[in-house]
């Protein structure tokens, strides 16, 4: 019985692994965060294919709109707190890089 197609194979082997409990809740929680199977983040993982949470993906669009947006108030206002706003932005690249490369190590 083939489950999924990946490419023009179809997923038809099964393996079997031993977990603790609380190694198997840890897999079904990063699995849900990703929005994947427990077997698709394994194979992803293993193959060294990227896996990105969801939760990490709707944090990234919010600070990118939240930089934008003082980005914004920095040019309104003339650069009235122009290394104030410098700063914040420093920091917001520097988030989304540091979650950018927990997400493709």
């Not at 669009?61 to 009235?80: C, F, I, P, T, Y």
Request: glycine share 6%; proline share 1%; aromatic share 4%.
């Amino acid at each position: 019985m083939v489950f999924q197609k990946i490419g023009d194979d179809g997923l038809d082997t099964i393996v079997n692994v031993r977990l603790t409990l609380e190694e198997k809740e840890r897999l079904r929680d990063d699995a849900d965060m990703a929005a994947l199977s427990m077997s698709a983040l394994i194979r992803a993982r293993y193959f060294g294919r990227p896996v990105i949470a969801n939760a990490d993906l709707v944090m990234v669009k919010e600070v990118q709109r939240l930089g934008r947006l003082l980005k914004h108030l920095h040019n309104e206002s003339a650069g009235v707190l122009g290394v104030e706003s410098r700063d914040v932005l420093i920091e917001i690249r520097r988030y989304i890089k540091t979650l950018h490369e927990k997400n493709h190590a």
